[in-house]
């Protein structure tokens, strides 16, 4: 039901755009959003029409459903509150939000589209849902051309794809950097009750281990510092990078290289296969450019690189470059924006 598309007018303009109705699912924990819910949020919005948000969890309507309630521009929040639903295991979590999509107290609202990030919650939640509702799953957007028209980069960001779906409903996720401008605080959404299955729970979930960091989120924040193999030792990417990245407040990034090679944790990876980011600034030292480490950072505001050899690709998609040993220029950068 995906097949090459072509130019629609804007949803805002289309007649269509009345009968639209979006839910944007929010992952939580520990009764915060979680994320990148402000991007699909984002998203909904952008599509026109209604945006319902969803939220399930130990207690949330007093906490994450509350916070999500003063987003500007929703229509409603529906929270189920159950410990069953807290960390998101897609194997109850599914069945239980088909419900709410479909019947329930909410027959009256015509989910045309079911939006959620592109996060682990989203990417393991929403294919299961599309299966159940026999829709085609859409990942991955970043822009939307129409209310059934959407643009998703492919191999790696080197192909851009616009789809169309003819579904009933559409199933979305959303790349956590592409939508913005979403005001988080403004709104007072009415908290409802959604409907809760109960479904008996497949799986169980017995810990996880999560890294801890006083540093900004990668994922979300507004400046990364980024090292690769040129870094040589995870002693020098800590005593190098460590203090440019503390001296902007940045985030930590780096390049598969620098992770397969034991210099950062695997959380940190940028790339194709680690997370994507759009800070105001990337700064990246050490890494040479490689497709797979572009797809994750190339839509940054502004990229800055030190690189010794100045036919390092890194430089074809920087907006300052420094062509230099690392080893002498970070540290010197890092007195100078000290000193700033
Ligand atoms: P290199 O390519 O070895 O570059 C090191 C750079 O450091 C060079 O440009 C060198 O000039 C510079 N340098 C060395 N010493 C100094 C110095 N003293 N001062 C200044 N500069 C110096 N990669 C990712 O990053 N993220 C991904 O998600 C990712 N996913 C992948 C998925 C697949 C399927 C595949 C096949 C590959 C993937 N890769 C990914 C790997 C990618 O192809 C590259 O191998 C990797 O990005 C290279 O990392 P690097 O730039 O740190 O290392």
């Given at each position: 039901?995906?097949?090459?598309?072509?130019?629609?007018?804007?949803?805002?303009?289309?007649?269509?755009?009345?009968?639209?109705?979006?839910?944007?699912?929010?992952?939580?924990?520990?009764?915060?959003?979680?994320?990148?819910?402000?991007?699909?949020?984002?998203?909904?919005?952008?599509?026109?029409?209604?945006?319902?948000?969803?939220?399930?969890?130990?207690?949330?309507?007093?906490?994450?459903?509350?916070e999500?309630a003063k987003i500007?521009?929703?229509?409603?929040?529906?929270?189920?509150?159950?410990?069953?639903?807290?960390?998101?295991?897609?194997?109850?979590?599914?069945?239980?939000?088909?419900?709410?999509?479909?019947?329930?107290?909410?027959?009256?609202?015509?989910?045309?589209?079911?939006?959620?990030?592109?996060?682990?919650?989203?990417?393991?939640?929403?294919?299961?849902?599309?299966?159940?509702?026999?829709?085609?799953?859409?990942?991955?957007?970043?822009?939307?051309?129409?209310?059934?028209?959407?643009?998703?980069?492919?191999?790696?960001?080197?192909?851009?794809?616009?789809?169309?779906?003819?579904?009933?409903?559409?199933?979305?996720?959303?790349?956590?950097?592409?939508?913005?401008?979403?005001?988080l605080e403004?709104g007072?959404?009415?908290?409802?009750?959604?409907?809760?299955?109960?479904?008996?729970?497949?799986?169980?979930?017995?810990?996880?281990?999560?890294?801890?960091?006083?540093?900004?989120?990668?994922?979300?924040?507004?400046?990364?510092?980024?090292?690769?193999?040129?870094?040589?030792?995870?002693?020098?990417?800590?005593?190098?990078?460590?203090?440019?990245?503390?001296?902007?407040?940045?985030?930590?990034?780096?390049?598969?290289?620098?992770?397969?090679?034991?210099?950062?944790?695997?959380?940190?990876?940028?790339?194709?296969?680690?997370?994507?980011?759009?800070?105001?600034?990337?700064?990246?030292?050490?890494?040479?450019?490689?497709?797979?480490?572009?797809?994750?950072?190339?839509?940054?505001?502004?990229?800055?690189?030190?690189?010794?050899?100045?036919?390092?690709?890194?430089?074809?998609?920087?907006?300052?470059?420094?062509?230099?040993?690392?080893?002498?220029?970070?540290?010197?950068?890092?007195?100078?924006?000290?000193?700033?």
């Amino acid at each position: 039901q995906i097949y090459a598309a072509r130019t629609l007018t804007s949803p805002t303009s289309s007649a269509l755009a009345r009968l639209l109705s979006t839910l944007a699912v929010l992952e939580q924990r520990d009764g915060k959003l979680q994320g990148s819910y402000a991007s699909a949020i984002a998203a909904a919005q952008k599509l026109g029409g209604p945006v319902t948000a969803f939220l399930a969890g130990s207690g949330v309507k007093g906490t994450s459903a509350a916070e999500a309630a003063k987003i500007k521009g929703l229509d409603k929040v529906i929270a189920v509150e159950n410990d069953a639903y807290e960390k998101g295991l897609p194997e109850n979590y599914a069945p239980m939000l088909l419900e709410n999509i479909k019947t329930g107290d909410f027959t009256h609202i015509n989910f045309t589209h079911i939006i959620a990030p592109h996060s682990a919650f989203g990417k393991s939640l929403l294919p299961r849902v599309a299966a159940l509702l026999d829709v085609q799953q859409i990942s991955d957007i970043t822009a939307i051309e129409s209310e059934d028209t959407f643009v998703r980069p492919i191999y790696a960001g080197n192909a851009i794809l616009t789809v169309q779906s003819s579904d009933k409903v559409k199933v979305i996720t959303v790349r956590g950097t592409a939508f913005q401008g979403v005001e988080l605080e403004g709104g007072s959404a009415e908290i409802v009750d959604g409907v809760d299955t109960n479904a008996p729970a497949q799986t169980e979930w017995v810990s996880e281990e999560l890294t801890k960091s006083e540093r900004p989120d990668l994922a979300t924040a507004s400046r990364v510092v980024s090292g690769g193999r040129g870094l040589k030792s995870k002693e020098e990417f800590d005593r190098v990078m460590l203090p440019l990245a503390d001296a902007l407040g940045a985030a930590i990034g780096a390049s598969r290289a620098a992770v397969d090679s034991g210099f950062a944790d695997n959380s940190l990876q940028v790339g194709q296969t680690g997370k994507n980011v759009a800070p105001e600034l990337y700064l990246c030292a050490g890494i040479s450019g490689a497709i797979q480490h572009l797809a994750g950072m190339k839509d940054s505001k502004v990229i800055a690189a030190i690189n010794k050899d100045p036919e390092a690709p890194i430089f074809q998609v920087a907006d300052v470059g420094l062509v230099g040993d690392l080893f002498d220029k970070v540290p010197e950068l890092t007195e100078k924006v000290k000193s700033a």
